[in-house]
């Protein structure tokens, strides 16, 4: 499974993937998905919102247990965020039935769409329209970097656009929902685990910083004449850096537009997007005002004009006790005898937004770089098989109960 999946929307010059969301790219890797699903005899489903679905027994029965991911990426992304746990999902099954595993309740894998918001800015968009968090509104409204809108985009990849919203009666289905993804950072390799039991998904947002100053010729405006954007933005990365070292979160100025984006001109709007990330609510509040506070000096110094604007924010995700403590149970009791560590993240999970409507859990598989978001991004494949062995132990807990 692996070695079909991993060329699909491979970039030949950078070696990242580039699967974005209803591309080329995408519609292969959602062929793929639908071929594994119809390959082991499973009743494959597209939802009014895009996600597909593999199931095995009846889902009107309710009580399912459902796992998966995603297999959408971030530009020049890794191998590993999402798919892997898509993969180890149809491998586990694989593994149940040559234990001759009884199933007791339905169970599903999902991969979920756009789960990383690559291609029109928001994260996770499958799932949030399904969990009614993204109205259909809201979701016609998003545009990718070409004029694209998102019902464009899907009404040419064959899907109807009209279709879209919350999906209640699906999610009733569910019992609960368990993501493996590989860990995006190095928790488990300081500590010398292969698998780790989620407890929380940090707060965090994307904010859109809009610096406007006035356009003119970089080479005949003396500098003390320029209303130049560039400076207020180019303080307020390094503000940002600043501000989240000292409350020890996370903040980052990763994407940036530039207009007119000549050479010889001075730019006239820089819109750069703020990514920022605490482990609770008050200290990336703290954060965010600091930041803002200081792009708003900045600005007003050099004669410059700023809009702020929250994008997208999602609160705390505490995982419900009841079934992460299950899984630490079934997973300890299992032939390893291991103890499980239980590890926060940082990173944003399509769990994390269901998690308001269904038991969520997620198990994290050791990535000993702790990169991600990037083609260094690697996981050991004995850490992947113990992966696929984990996940196995977990279903059949608790499916085949």
Not at 115 to 120: M, T
Not at 292 to 317: I, N
């Amino acid at each position: 499974m692996w070695k079909e999946l991993r060329p699909v929307g491979r970039h030949a010059d950078s070696g990242g993937y580039r699967r974005f969301a209803w591309t080329g790219a995408d519609t292969d890797c959602r062929a793929w998905f639908r071929s594994q699903a119809e390959s082991r005899g499973l009743r494959y489903e597209l939802d009014r919102n895009g996600n597909q679905w593999a199931w095995l027994g009846d889902p009107a029965e309710g009580d399912a247990v459902v796992t998966g991911s995603h297999l959408d990426s971030v530009p020049d992304g890794g191998a590993f965020d999402g798919p892997l746990g898509v993969v180890s999902s149809f491998a586990a099954l694989d593994e149940l039935r040559a234990r001759r595993a009884r199933f007791t309740r339905p169970l599903a894998i999902v991969n979920f769409g756009d789960e990383e918001g690559a291609r029109f800015g928001l994260a996770c968009v499958g799932s949030r329209l399904a969990a009614g968090q993204l109205t259909v509104e809201q979701a016609h409204r998003l545009t990718d970097a070409d004029g694209v809108t998102l019902p464009q985009a899907m009404e040419r990849a064959g899907h109807d656009p009209d279709a879209i919203g919350p999906d209640p009666q699906r999610l009733a289905r569910i019992g609960a929902f368990v993501e493996l993804h590989v860990e995006q950072g190095r928790a488990l390799d300081l500590s010398g685990d292969r698998i780790g039991i989620a407890s929380a998904i940090w707060p965090h947002g994307r904010w859109r910083f809009d610096f406007r100053g006035e356009a003119n010729h970089a080479g005949t405006t003396r500098l003390v004449d320029r209303r130049d954007p560039m400076l207020p933005y180019a303080e307020t990365v390094l503000a940002a850096r600043n501000e989240a070292r000292l409350a020890g979160a996370v903040a980052t100025f990763g994407k940036i537009s530039v207009e007119p984006n000549g050479v010889n001109a001075i730019p006239s709007l820089v819109r750069g997007w703020l990514d920022s990330r605490a482990a609770d609510q008050p200290t990336l509040d703290t954060v965010v005002t600091g930041i803002e506070k200081a792009a708003r000096a900045y600005a007003e110094a050099q004669g410059v004009e700023l809009d702020v604007v929250r994008e997208s924010f999602t609160p705390v995700v505490e995982f419900g006790h009841a079934l992460r403590d299950e899984l630490a149970s079934i997973l300890t009791t299992a032939a390893t005898g291991l103890t499980v560590p239980v590890l926060g993240t940082g990173a944003g999970h399509d769990a994390g937004i269901l998690s308001g409507t269904v038991p969520t859990a997620m198990l994290f598989v050791r990535n000993p770089t702790g990169v991600s978001h990037s083609p260094a991004e690697y996981a050991a494949e004995d850490d992947c098989v113990a992966g696929v062995t984990a996940l196995a132990d977990v279903l059949e807990g608790l499916a085949c109960r």
